[in-house]
Protein backbone atom coordinates (compact mmCIF):
# COMPACT_ATOMS: atom_id res chain seq x y z
CA UNK A 1 0.00 0.00 0.00
CA UNK A 2 1.63 3.26 -1.28
CA UNK A 3 1.16 6.60 1.14
CA UNK A 4 -1.59 8.11 -1.47
CA UNK A 5 -3.69 4.50 -0.90
CA UNK A 6 -3.54 4.63 2.70
CA UNK A 7 -4.65 8.32 3.00
CA UNK A 8 -7.67 7.50 0.52
CA UNK A 9 -8.61 4.77 2.77
CA UNK A 10 -8.54 6.74 5.92
CA UNK A 11 -10.03 10.17 5.03
CA UNK A 12 -11.80 9.39 1.67
CA UNK A 13 -12.49 12.43 -0.93
CA UNK A 14 -13.10 15.95 -0.04
CA UNK A 15 -12.14 15.24 3.57
CA UNK A 16 -9.56 17.42 5.76
CA UNK A 17 -6.42 16.20 6.38
CA UNK A 18 -4.16 17.31 9.13
CA UNK A 19 -0.65 16.87 7.72
CA UNK A 20 0.77 16.36 11.71
CA UNK A 21 -1.71 13.27 11.82
CA UNK A 22 -0.75 12.00 8.67
CA UNK A 23 1.44 8.31 9.59
CA UNK A 24 2.59 5.61 7.32
CA UNK A 25 5.05 2.58 7.85
CA UNK A 26 7.23 4.28 10.85
CA UNK A 27 8.52 6.69 8.23
CA UNK A 28 9.60 10.31 9.70
CA UNK A 29 7.87 13.58 9.95
CA UNK A 30 10.23 14.91 6.95
CA UNK A 31 9.58 12.17 4.68
CA UNK A 32 5.99 12.16 5.03
CA UNK A 33 5.64 16.01 4.54
CA UNK A 34 8.04 15.41 1.46
CA UNK A 35 5.78 12.83 0.03
CA UNK A 36 2.72 15.23 0.92
CA UNK A 37 4.12 18.04 -1.26
CA UNK A 38 4.68 15.35 -4.22
CA UNK A 39 1.16 14.06 -4.10
CA UNK A 40 0.70 17.83 -4.52
CA UNK A 41 2.83 18.48 -7.17
CA UNK A 42 0.72 15.26 -8.50
CA UNK A 43 -2.44 16.59 -8.43
CA UNK A 44 -3.69 14.10 -6.11
CA UNK A 45 -3.95 16.07 -2.88
CA UNK A 46 -4.20 19.75 -2.65
CA UNK A 47 -2.77 22.28 -0.54
CA UNK A 48 -5.76 23.76 1.65
CA UNK A 49 -3.25 25.62 3.89
CA UNK A 50 -0.56 25.32 5.80
CA UNK A 51 -0.96 21.67 7.29
CA UNK A 52 -4.35 21.12 6.00
CA UNK A 53 -4.88 19.44 2.67
CA UNK A 54 -7.68 17.29 1.08
CA UNK A 55 -8.24 14.67 -2.13
CA UNK A 56 -10.13 16.38 -4.64
CA UNK A 57 -12.47 14.93 -7.02
CA UNK A 58 -13.15 16.11 -10.32
CA UNK A 59 -16.05 18.39 -11.02
CA UNK A 60 -17.57 20.11 -14.32
CA UNK A 61 -15.33 23.20 -13.23
CA UNK A 62 -12.52 21.94 -12.31
CA UNK A 63 -11.39 19.95 -9.01
CA UNK A 64 -13.36 20.48 -6.01
CA UNK A 65 -13.03 22.88 -3.60
CA UNK A 66 -13.30 22.42 -0.02
CA UNK A 67 -15.70 23.61 2.30
CA UNK A 68 -14.01 25.61 5.24
CA UNK A 69 -16.32 24.75 8.09
CA UNK A 70 -15.15 21.63 7.93
CA UNK A 71 -11.62 22.53 8.37
CA UNK A 72 -12.74 24.28 10.90
CA UNK A 73 -14.71 21.25 12.62
CA UNK A 74 -11.75 18.99 12.27
CA UNK A 75 -9.12 21.47 13.40
CA UNK A 76 -11.13 23.30 16.40
CA UNK A 77 -13.84 21.05 17.11
CA UNK A 78 -13.67 17.03 16.73
CA UNK A 79 -10.38 15.20 15.88
CA UNK A 80 -10.40 11.58 14.76
CA UNK A 81 -13.07 10.86 17.02
CA UNK A 82 -11.74 12.82 20.14
CA UNK A 83 -13.82 16.13 21.18
CA UNK A 84 -11.71 19.40 21.54
CA UNK A 85 -14.03 22.18 21.35
CA UNK A 86 -17.60 23.80 21.19
CA UNK A 87 -19.23 26.79 19.06
CA UNK A 88 -20.08 29.55 21.28
CA UNK A 89 -21.70 33.11 20.84
CA UNK A 90 -24.32 33.64 18.22
CA UNK A 91 -22.32 30.75 16.17
CA UNK A 92 -23.84 28.37 18.88
CA UNK A 93 -26.84 30.45 19.40
CA UNK A 94 -27.88 30.29 15.73
CA UNK A 95 -26.96 26.69 16.13
CA UNK A 96 -29.79 26.21 18.39
CA UNK A 97 -32.04 28.02 16.32
CA UNK A 98 -32.42 30.89 19.34
CA UNK A 99 -32.03 33.44 16.76
CA UNK A 100 -31.82 33.58 12.74
CA UNK A 101 -29.43 35.79 12.34
CA UNK A 102 -26.34 34.15 10.50
CA UNK A 103 -23.33 35.38 11.89
CA UNK A 104 -20.37 36.79 9.93
CA UNK A 105 -17.78 34.96 12.31
CA UNK A 106 -17.78 31.61 13.32
CA UNK A 107 -16.67 31.91 17.46
CA UNK A 108 -15.77 28.81 19.17
CA UNK A 109 -13.90 27.52 22.08
CA UNK A 110 -11.39 24.74 22.20
CA UNK A 111 -7.81 23.27 23.22
CA UNK A 112 -5.94 23.87 20.21
CA UNK A 113 -5.58 27.60 21.22
CA UNK A 114 -3.42 29.11 23.15
CA UNK A 115 -3.84 32.55 23.60
CA UNK A 116 -6.48 33.73 25.53
CA UNK A 117 -8.58 34.86 22.09
CA UNK A 118 -7.76 35.04 18.41
CA UNK A 119 -8.73 35.91 14.90
CA UNK A 120 -7.93 33.70 12.44
CA UNK A 121 -9.15 33.00 8.29
CA UNK A 122 -10.17 29.40 7.32
CA UNK A 123 -10.33 30.06 3.56
CA UNK A 124 -12.19 33.04 3.09
CA UNK A 125 -14.23 32.28 6.65
CA UNK A 126 -13.41 34.24 9.66
CA UNK A 127 -12.96 32.33 13.16
CA UNK A 128 -12.75 33.86 16.47
CA UNK A 129 -11.15 31.05 18.68
CA UNK A 130 -10.84 31.07 22.01
CA UNK A 131 -8.60 28.97 24.36
CA UNK A 132 -10.78 26.70 26.27
CA UNK A 133 -11.86 27.51 30.20
CA UNK A 134 -10.49 23.95 30.71
CA UNK A 135 -9.78 21.26 28.99
CA UNK A 136 -12.92 20.05 26.87
CA UNK A 137 -13.58 16.19 26.75
CA UNK A 138 -16.68 14.72 25.13
CA UNK A 139 -18.01 13.94 28.33
CA UNK A 140 -18.02 18.09 29.31
CA UNK A 141 -18.58 19.70 25.69
CA UNK A 142 -22.27 19.69 25.81
CA UNK A 143 -22.18 21.59 29.52
CA UNK A 144 -19.76 23.63 29.18
CA UNK A 145 -21.48 24.97 25.45
CA UNK A 146 -24.76 25.49 28.04
CA UNK A 147 -22.48 27.45 30.89
CA UNK A 148 -21.23 29.49 27.81
CA UNK A 149 -25.04 30.28 26.61
CA UNK A 150 -25.79 31.15 29.79
CA UNK A 151 -22.73 33.60 30.24
CA UNK A 152 -23.89 35.16 26.61
CA UNK A 153 -27.04 35.52 27.22
CA UNK A 154 -28.91 38.35 29.46
CA UNK A 155 -31.67 36.69 31.49
CA UNK A 156 -34.73 39.16 30.07
CA UNK A 157 -34.07 37.91 27.03
CA UNK A 158 -34.73 34.09 27.75
CA UNK A 159 -38.76 34.27 26.95
CA UNK A 160 -40.62 31.07 26.42
CA UNK A 161 -40.21 30.45 23.25
CA UNK A 162 -35.82 30.47 23.92
CA UNK A 163 -36.62 28.55 27.33
CA UNK A 164 -38.31 25.54 25.46
CA UNK A 165 -35.32 25.19 22.88
CA UNK A 166 -32.72 25.58 25.53
CA UNK A 167 -34.58 23.16 27.81
CA UNK A 168 -34.76 20.47 24.55
CA UNK A 169 -30.99 21.42 24.47
CA UNK A 170 -30.49 20.31 28.37
CA UNK A 171 -33.12 17.16 28.21
CA UNK A 172 -31.21 16.09 24.39
CA UNK A 173 -27.75 16.57 26.02
CA UNK A 174 -28.79 14.61 29.11
CA UNK A 175 -26.97 17.98 31.26
CA UNK A 176 -27.91 17.10 35.16
CA UNK A 177 -27.13 19.71 38.12
CA UNK A 178 -24.21 17.61 39.16
CA UNK A 179 -22.58 18.70 35.69
CA UNK A 180 -23.48 22.06 36.26
CA UNK A 181 -21.84 22.60 39.97
CA UNK A 182 -18.94 20.87 38.50
CA UNK A 183 -17.95 23.32 35.83
CA UNK A 184 -20.10 26.52 37.37
CA UNK A 185 -16.79 27.29 38.69
CA UNK A 186 -14.74 27.87 35.46
CA UNK A 187 -17.29 30.55 34.46
CA UNK A 188 -18.06 34.28 35.09
CA UNK A 189 -20.83 34.45 38.48
CA UNK A 190 -23.41 35.39 35.14
CA UNK A 191 -23.31 32.49 33.85
CA UNK A 192 -25.34 30.78 37.12
CA UNK A 193 -26.79 34.22 37.75
CA UNK A 194 -28.86 33.80 34.15
CA UNK A 195 -29.52 30.15 34.82
CA UNK A 196 -31.49 31.35 38.14
CA UNK A 197 -33.12 34.63 37.02
CA UNK A 198 -34.29 33.10 33.92
CA UNK A 199 -35.60 30.08 35.89
CA UNK A 200 -33.80 27.30 33.23
CA UNK A 201 -32.31 25.90 36.09
CA UNK A 202 -35.92 24.50 37.01
CA UNK A 203 -35.67 22.90 33.73
CA UNK A 204 -32.79 20.91 35.08
CA UNK A 205 -34.41 18.03 36.60
CA UNK A 206 -31.74 15.78 37.84
Known sequence: MTLFESILQQYGTNEPILSSEV????YSRPWIYKQLNRLCEDGKLVRYEKGVYYIPTQTPFGKSLLNPRKVIERKYISQRGDVV????GMTFQNQLRLT???PNIIE??????????????VGTQKVLL???????????????????????????????????IITRFISDRKITRKDIST????????????????????????
Open 130 to 164: RRARIKITAENADVLSFLELMNDLASDVIDDEKKA
Open 85 to 88: GYYS
Open 23 to 26: AFQG
Open 183 to 206: YAPVFPDKAMRTLIESEVIYSVTQ
Open 108 to 121: LYTNNEMTRVRDVF
Open 100 to 102: TQM
